[in-house]
């Protein structure tokens, strides 16, 4: 766990951060034109880095991979795509995920 | 009601903002749903993760924006340097940066005070729901007061569904025995946001090379597998986005 200092200076940064990232464009207007390889590039990296931080945490059960059906993470993270592939519902596939995730674990 | 401070003195303005800001308030209804359970979750698992009260209220009225919060949670309950949190988050923002060119385009002529208000408080919902109603006007329509309002009101909407239920969430988690593993919902809430954005095989293709990436050099210090794992997933994506294009060519007429 960061120290109380470390975190507010994160909380701190974070705001700026989103304080860039939002008004980039809104602020310096087309002075700066993006080409398109980059506009691609944009568009890729977030899903990447989400996926990059996510399947870590499914995966990874006190940093060794367990692939299988003991690992509860995995179980609820593959019917809560499955939701969401299915139905579309963010909602639904959060609350599905987690009802897995409590009965694999009390099993 | 005419809400003379917020929709100014003129009445005929008023009635056309008023309007405006409804209509899009309204068009955000059904999402709201989605977006006040996120807001629920997001403030739970703030203190979860072990955020203090007034650490976890600062996070989210000054950041507001969910997945760059819940990406830097993992990474603070690691004890990750500051600077990859901050590089982490800014990664998973830059579809924002994408979105304020296309602002631009409508809001350009407003004045910097007002142009970074609308920038707060655009997040994801809002601007796809005012893109979905104008994103055909003509360029010598775009950023009338009309639309000044209808985004207003989608981003107003979400703005008040989730903010009052990121605060319930932080107040009320601590009555949340730690055993129920809250905490997960975080990262599930993250897979909802993620995803949507499987779109075309590049994305894909990206994706499965960072997720495969990311476990592998899980073991490296100060959490620099996951950039490692976004900068492989992204020239995979680019890659297979080069490729894809000329193939393409290639069978054109």
């Given at each position: 766990?960061?120290?109380?200092?470390d975190?507010?200076l994160?909380?701190?940064g974070?705001?700026?951060?989103?304080?860039?990232t939002r008004?980039?464009?809104?602020?310096?207007?087309?002075?700066v034109a993006?080409?398109?390889?980059?506009?691609?590039?944009?568009?890729?990296?977030?899903?990447?880095?989400?996926?990059?931080?996510?399947?870590?945490?499914?995966?990874?059960?006190s940093?060794?991979?367990v692939?299988?059906?003991?690992?509860p993470?995995?179980?609820?993270?593959?019917?809560?795509?499955?939701?969401?592939?299915?139905?579309?519902?963010?909602?639904a596939?959060?609350?599905?995920?987690?009802?897995?995730f409590t009965l694999?674990?009390?099993? | 009601?005419?809400?003379?401070?917020?929709?100014?003195?003129?009445?005929?303005?008023?009635?056309?903002?008023?309007?405006a800001?409804?209509?899009?308030?309204?068009?955000?209804?059904?999402?709201?749903?989605?977006?006040?359970?996120?807001?629920?979750?997001?403030?739970?698992?703030?203190?979860k993760?072990g955020?203090?009260t007034?650490?976890a209220?600062?996070?989210?009225l000054?950041?507001?924006?969910?997945?760059?919060?819940?990406?830097?949670?993992?990474?603070?309950?690691?004890?990750?340097?500051?600077?990859?949190?901050?590089?982490t988050?800014?990664?998973?923002n830059?579809?924002?940066?994408?979105?304020?060119?296309t602002?631009?385009?409508?809001?350009?002529?407003?004045?910097?005070?007002?142009?970074?208000?609308?920038?707060?408080?655009?997040?994801?919902?809002?601007?796809?729901?005012?893109?979905?109603?104008?994103?055909?006007?003509?360029?010598?329509?775009?950023?009338?007061?009309?639309?000044?309002?209808?985004l207003?009101?989608?981003?107003?909407?979400?703005?008040?569904?989730?903010?009052p239920?990121?605060?319930?969430g932080?107040?009320?988690?601590?009555?949340?025995?730690?055993?129920?593993?809250?905490?997960?919902?975080?990262i599930?809430?993250l897979?909802?946001?993620?995803?949507?954005?499987?779109?075309g095989?590049?994305?894909v293709?990206g994706?499965l090379?960072?997720g495969?990436?990311?476990?592998?050099?899980?073991?490296?210090?100060?959490?620099?597998?996951l950039?490692?794992?976004v900068?492989?997933g992204?020239?995979?994506?680019?890659?297979?986005?080069?490729?894809?294009?000329?193939?393409?060519?290639?069978?054109?007429?």
């Amino acid at each position: 766990m960061m120290s109380g200092g470390d975190i507010w200076l994160t909380i701190a940064g974070l705001t700026l951060v989103t304080i860039v990232t939002r008004n980039a464009f809104l602020v310096l207007g087309h002075k700066v034109a993006l080409p398109e390889r980059v506009q691609h590039a944009l568009r890729y990296a977030p899903a990447c880095a989400l996926a990059a931080l996510i399947v870590p945490e499914v995966v990874l059960i006190s940093g060794t991979p367990v692939l299988d059906f003991s690992n509860p993470k995995l179980v609820a993270s593959v019917i809560a795509v499955a939701t969401l592939l299915l139905t579309r519902r963010a909602v639904a596939a959060i609350a599905l995920g987690m009802l897995a995730f409590t009965l694999i674990r009390l099993l | 009601m005419t809400w003379r401070p917020v929709f100014g003195t003129d009445p005929t303005v008023a009635a056309v903002r008023r309007e405006a800001f409804l209509r899009g308030a309204r068009a955000a209804g059904p999402a709201l749903v989605a977006t006040s359970i996120w807001g629920l979750v997001t403030g739970v698992a703030m203190i979860k993760t072990g955020l203090t009260t007034a650490q976890a209220l600062a996070m989210t009225l000054f950041v507001y924006a969910g997945s760059a919060q819940m990406a830097a949670l993992p990474l603070i309950a690691a004890d990750a340097p500051v600077w990859v949190v901050l590089l982490t988050a800014t990664v998973v923002n830059l579809r924002f940066v994408i979105f304020s060119a296309t602002l631009w385009t409508y809001f350009g002529r407003l004045s910097l005070a007002r142009r970074l208000m609308l920038g707060y408080l655009t997040a994801d919902i809002g601007l796809a729901l005012f893109m979905s109603r104008y994103g055909n006007a003509p360029d010598d329509r775009r950023g009338n007061t009309e639309q000044v309002w209808y985004l207003l009101g989608t981003c107003g909407a979400t703005w008040l569904s989730w903010q009052p239920m990121s605060i319930i969430g932080i107040l009320l988690a601590g009555l949340i025995p730690g055993q129920w593993g809250l905490e997960f919902a975080a990262i599930l809430a993250l897979l909802a946001i993620t995803v949507p954005m499987f779109q075309g095989r590049p994305a894909v293709a990206g994706c499965l090379t960072a997720g495969v990436v990311a476990v592998l050099a899980a073991a490296l210090p100060l959490k620099l597998g996951l950039l490692v794992a976004v900068i492989a997933g992204v020239s995979v994506a680019m890659a297979a986005d080069v490729l894809l294009e000329r193939n393409t060519e290639g069978r054109a007429p």
